[in-house]
């Protein structure tokens, strides 16, 4: 799968010639997707393009790094099925904190059964993520059933889904055809899907937001196959919009500050793109 | 992805040449993974090769259809988090069930994340996966860090894993390079994946065990694009081993007649099968 340029401008790398001349805010104003204008327009007022992955099994911690670390990003992303001491009330002080600091929750709960399972999986069960999370993911490896059933629990709520074009792991098999296949599934269903989980920008169209995790300021290998990249890459170099930082954030002697780092230097790469595509 | 037969018999479907000829006691026998061992060994003493789906919302429901069903059956797959009204006593129930009707619990949560993340989506969180399901399984697109850490959470307990090579959903991406890569995956980790869902024989190992869902006596098409086979399609013709039956039993009028019927057709159909290559 080979996207071609739609602005074409000078020689530069491949994966970032799409729209990486344009800011978010005016990415936002082309947007009809009402979860993908208010990520792109947060981004902008809160000059963040930080998402946090809080992969932490306590419920108390979790809540802390939310209110800690809302500040400083666009996104604070959970594995709500982690959580050990998991009750309806960590939602709720979620949802307070969400609202406290402009950030949008985002489950990446990785759907990937046949449509009517996943309806069931998104409204129901222990964790009602239909309820709270603005954003969930979905592989596309069921086909485009597994968005339908997303799509039709969510009628008439703000919600959107991201696919998952790439992944960082090693010998994963997000690669070749079935990338090619997914960028197609989600383009095809954007009145849902407002973007992806992904290595690079994978789709041309400035509506989809690109996220990227496996982001490390100092890059290399993890445990269990993870691989990492740097912000500079991420953003500048493969034309990915949003870094996603776990590990490195909530192991820090100082959270915050590793936060506010991190933000700093992802926020000054999408900058960086912006003025360098400008100046061209 | 085109295996080879291990027995090369006369001409016969491709898919159904490698151990069709041997009966599950026989394959029990040559086991080394514990659960397919048991597995096997269940399906003889029953005479049955039926899987339930039981893709009901309420937790009484769940636990009836368990109890009336468990006689029939060798596998009770269950979407824990699809229930709306789960507590903690729905597991000791089902478990004392399947200790009762000696039936395996397959919790079909379809794994699909990096190690890290899986490992405690496998054993913690509200459902505590790890602790009562004989079996999960997993999508292989996130490489093979999915299966180590899943294989690592499950350490010292008798636990298995499937893979998920084909799909039923319409437009799936489970095929060519894919399945390959998939079923190759399996094979080199078979001490903990002990086979596949798929819709027709995908290994040519006899240990390897085949679960077909999408399985309807009147083959056809559903909603959000589910495909339906028969039982004989999926036995004889396909060579997979247990067919997962779901709403044409738990909507039927008569649930315990038709689950009767399935168990008759399904086990006839493997039956005649391991009958016809002897015969050869």
Chains 1, 2 share one sequence.
Not at 130 to 159: C, F, T
Not at 213 to 218: A, E, T, W
Not at 246 to 251: C, F, H, L, Q, T
Not at 255 to 263: D, E, F, G, V
Request: hydrophobic share 40%; glycine share 6%; with cysteine.
């Amino acid at each position: 799968f080979e996207p071609m340029s739609m602005f074409t401008p000078k020689k530069k790398t491949q994966a970032v010639s799409y729209c990486i001349h344009l800011s978010f805010s005016e990415r936002a104003k082309v947007c009809k997707h009402p979860v993908a204008k208010r990520l792109f327009t947060l981004m902008e007022e809160k000059q963040t393009n930080l998402a946090f992955a809080a992969d932490v099994t306590d419920s108390a911690e979790f809540l802390k790094l939310a209110d800690l670390l809302g500040p400083h990003i666009c996104i604070f992303k959970t594995h709500i099925d982690i959580l050990s001491n998991f009750t309806p009330n960590v939602i709720t002080e979620l949802k307070a904190l969400a609202k406290k600091h402009n950030f949008l929750i985002f489950e990446d709960r990785k759907f990937a059964d046949i449509g009517s399972t996943v309806k069931n999986q998104y409204r129901s069960g222990a964790y009602k993520i239909l309820d709270w999370a603005d954003i969930v993911n979905a592989h596309s490896v069921p086909g485009q059933g597994v968005v339908e059933g997303l799509r039709e629990a969510a009628k008439g709520k703000e919600r959107g889904c991201l696919l998952i074009a790439e992944m960082s792991s090693k010998g994963n098999l997000a690669t070749g055809d079935y990338k090619a296949a997914t960028v197609k599934m989600a383009e095809e269903m954007s009145d849902f899907v407002f973007g992806f989980i992904s290595q690079s920008a994978v789709s041309r169209k400035k509506t989809m937001i690109h996220m990227t995790p496996g982001v490390k300021l100092v890059p290399g290998a993890g445990t269990l196959g993870q691989q990492y990249l740097t912000p500079q890459e991420v953003i500048i170099e493969r034309g990915s919009d949003i870094i996603i930082v776990g590990r490195d954030i909530y192991e820090a002697s100082n959270r915050l500050a590793t936060a506010a780092n991190y933000k700093k230097v992802g926020y000054q790469a999408y900058c960086a793109r912006v003025f360098r595509s400008k100046d061209e």
